[in-house]
């Protein structure tokens, strides 16, 4: 399995750009679909954005379609997620997940490997 570190997080105004990274330990890294996800306060953890092993295979959650970007670094072990035109609706703690898989595929539930999450905040 991988442990996973996200950083990248911080204080910004409606409008910026921020990238978040998750940077995963561990030898495996390549065979786990990674996913970021997301939960405000008062608020239920929401999908975000997944990515296969390779890189091939992307999905968003439709609120952050064509604003929000996922990628991977399979090299340095390193996913992104990076952030355009935020709202302050983005506001809260985001969250890496991973999954080991045998195949190139994605999915947006079932991961079992979780970082300890960043906090985003957008001022209007």
């Known amino acids: 399995q991988v442990q996973l570190v996200e950083s990248g997080g911080g204080l910004v105004q409606a409008g910026d750009s921020l990238r978040l990274s998750c940077a995963a330990s561990g030898r495996t890294f390549s065979r786990h679909n990674m996913a970021w996800f997301r939960q405000a306060p008062g608020k239920e953890r929401e999908f975000v954005a997944t990515i296969s092993q390779s890189g091939e295979y992307t999905a968003y959650a439709d609120s952050m379609k064509g604003r929000f970007t996922i990628s991977r670094d399979n090299a340095e072990n390193t996913v992104y997620l990076q952030m355009n035109s935020l709202k302050p609706e983005d506001t809260a703690v985001y969250y890496c997940?991973?999954?080991?898989?045998?195949?190139?595929?994605?999915?947006?539930?079932?991961?079992?490997?979780w970082g300890q999450g960043t906090q985003v905040t957008v001022s209007s």
């Open positions: 997940a991973a999954r080991y898989t045998y195949f190139d595929d994605i999915r947006r539930s079932g991961f079992e490997t």
